[in-house]
């Protein structure tokens, strides 16, 4: 059965708990744009996560297609050197 409401959520004690490992630097970074946005460290990630996702689906075919040109152009021209 397929869930069409996407706003549908488990409550935060049904969500199994993630383990990541990364950088101290990008740990720093995070942390600050938690601060700043006011959530927690697990907010802040899956907020920008989501906004990724959504991101990527916002995006028009012809859009993809030019952003795919422009990176192949660039490794292109790195290969050459």
């Given at each position: 059965?397929?869930?069409s409401n996407k706003s549908a959520k488990l409550?935060?004690?049904?969500?199994?708990?993630?383990?990541?490992r990364m950088q101290p630097e990008l740990k720093a970074?995070?942390?600050?744009a938690a601060d700043?946005?006011?959530?927690s460290m697990n907010s802040e990630i899956t907020a920008r996560?989501?906004?990724?996702?959504e991101l990527i689906a916002g995006l028009k075919?012809?859009?993809i297609?030019?952003?795919a040109e422009k990176i192949a152009t660039r490794l292109g021209e790195k290969i050459k050197k």
């Open positions: 059965m397929e869930n409550p935060i004690s049904n969500v199994a708990p993630f383990g990541l970074q995070l942390q600050a700043r946005n006011e959530r996560l989501n906004q990724s996702f075919d012809a859009e297609n030019a952003l």
